[in-house]
């Protein structure tokens, strides 16, 4: 019993964490000075980084348990939290706008291409 509440309790923590960006999108893009889409690319990315590290999860849980793993993934995802609150707004905004305008430019490339 003990196994399911602390497995509940992770995946609950774990989906407020994945999903407040996205409900918190325009406060975030205010206080950052960004575009709200670029929170939507945040989000984008927390899912893609889902998708890659599930390909892998299982021989960790096969190894050290899914216990364990949730354990791991929470701490992490705890220090990520962390280190994004101690980092200044304006280095966010800098970087994110490098990646946004990377991004342009890459979907122009593959729009071009494709008009060819």
Known sequence: ???LVATLA???YV?????AP???AP?????LGIAP???GVFVGLLYLGAMVSSLGGSEFVARFGAIRVSQAAVLMCSAGLAMM??????????RIENYAVKIDLLLERILARKDK
């Open 37 to 39: 889409s670029l929170i």
């Open 15 to 19: 989906s407020v964490v994945a999903s």
């Open 27 to 31: 406060v975030l893009a205010a206080d």
């Open 22 to 24: 996205a409900v918190l």
């Open 1 to 3: 019993m003990v196994a």
């Open 85 to 94: 609150a101690l980092v200044p707004a304006g280095y966010l905004q800098r």
């Open 10 to 12: 992770i995946q609950v």
